[in-house]
C-alpha cells in the first residue's frame, strides 16, 4: 500500500517568514494529494491540493508543487500569520481508490 | 455551510465494553468513512462505505470493528469489545464523490481504561 512521510514534525517561524512542510510518497500510482490544516480541537480542512497532471497550483498564501518524479510535493505559506498555527497534513491517494492515506502531521507555530 | 457532525465528542469506557460512534455526513453525499488518530500519530484510514456496504477496508478494521447506515442519515461505528489500544481519536468523513473532497467531522475521543 502507499505510504506516505512528513517533514519536519514541528516548525516554527517569526511572522511574516515562509514556511516550507515536505511529503513524499512510495506509491506511483498516486495521483491525488490534499493537505490538510487542523486547528488545535477542530477538524481537518482541506486547504489545497493537487493532482498528479498538475507541477505547481497557488491559492493566495499557500501553494504546492509536485515532482512526479521523485514522488514528493510540498506546501508552502508565504507571509505568514499567528492564524496559520495549527497541524498541517499531507496525504495521497492511489488511483482509483478513494481512501487518503496521511502523513504524521507538521505542527506550524507562528510568532507573532 | 454543511458540516459532518458525530456523537459523542469524548466517550470513556471500560476495557472489553462495546461502544458506538455516530456521524451525520454532509445530505447529498454518498461516500462516507471512518479514521482513526492515535494520540502523536498519523490520521489512520479505517473503512469506506458506499451504497449500503463496505467498499474498503484496513487491516485495522477487524472482525470487533462494523459500520452501519442504520436509517439514511446516521453512519455508525462500532466496536464490540474495546482494547486499551482502541483509544484514539475517531474521525468520520463524507463525500460527495469517489475522487472528491472529503469532509471531516470534528471527531469523537475515545478513552478506554
Known amino acids: 500500500g502507499e505510504n506516505v512521510e512528513q517533514h519536519p514534525s514541528t516548525l516554527s517561524v517569526q511572522e511574516g517568514d515562509s514556511a516550507v512542510i515536505k511529503c513524499t510518497y512510495s506509491d506511483s500510482a498516486s495521483n491525488y494529494f490534499p493537505w490538510y490544516k487542523q486547528e488545535l480541537g477542530k477538524r481537518p480542512q482541506l486547504i489545497i491540493d493537487?493532482?498528479?497532471?498538475?507541477g505547481e497550483k497557488k491559492d493566495q498564501r499557500i501553494a504546492v508543487t509536485l515532482n512526479k518524479t521523485a514522488k514528493h510535493f510540498s506546501l508552502h505559506i508565504t507571509e505568514t500569520q499567528p492564524e496559520d498555527s495549527a497541524v498541517y497534513f499531507c496525504?495521497?491517494?492511489?488511483?482509483?481508490?478513494?481512501?487518503?492515506?496521511f502523513g504524521k502531521g507538521t505542527m506550524l507555530l507562528v510568532s507573532p | 455551510e454543511p458540516e459532518v457532525t458525530q456523537t459523542p465528542s469524548h466517550q470513556v469506557t471500560q476495557m472489553g465494553q462495546e461502544v458506538i460512534l455516530r456521524c451525520v455526513p454532509i445530505s447529498n453525499h454518498l461516500y462516507f468513512y471512518w479514521y482513526r488518530q492515535i494520540l502523536g500519530q498519523k490520521v489512520e484510514f479505517l473503512v469506506s462505505f458506499y451504497n449500503n456496504e463496505i467498499s474498503e477496508k484496513s487491516e485495522i478494521f477487524d472482525d470487533q470493528f462494523s459500520v452501519e447506515r442504520p436509517d439514511g442519515s446516521n453512519f455508525t461505528l462500532k466496536i464490540r469489545s474495546t482494547k486499551l489500544e482502541d483509544s484514539a481519536m475517531y474521525f468520520c468523513?463524507?463525500?460527495?464523490?469517489?475522487?472528491?473532497?472529503?469532509?471531516f467531522g470534528e471527531g469523537s475521543r475515545l478513552t478506554v481504561l
Open positions: 496525504a495521497a491517494r492511489l488511483s482509483g481508490y478513494s481512501t487518503l492515506t
Open positions: 468523513a463524507s463525500s460527495h464523490r469517489e475522487a472528491g473532497e472529503l469532509f
Open positions: 493537487i493532482r498528479s497532471n498538475v
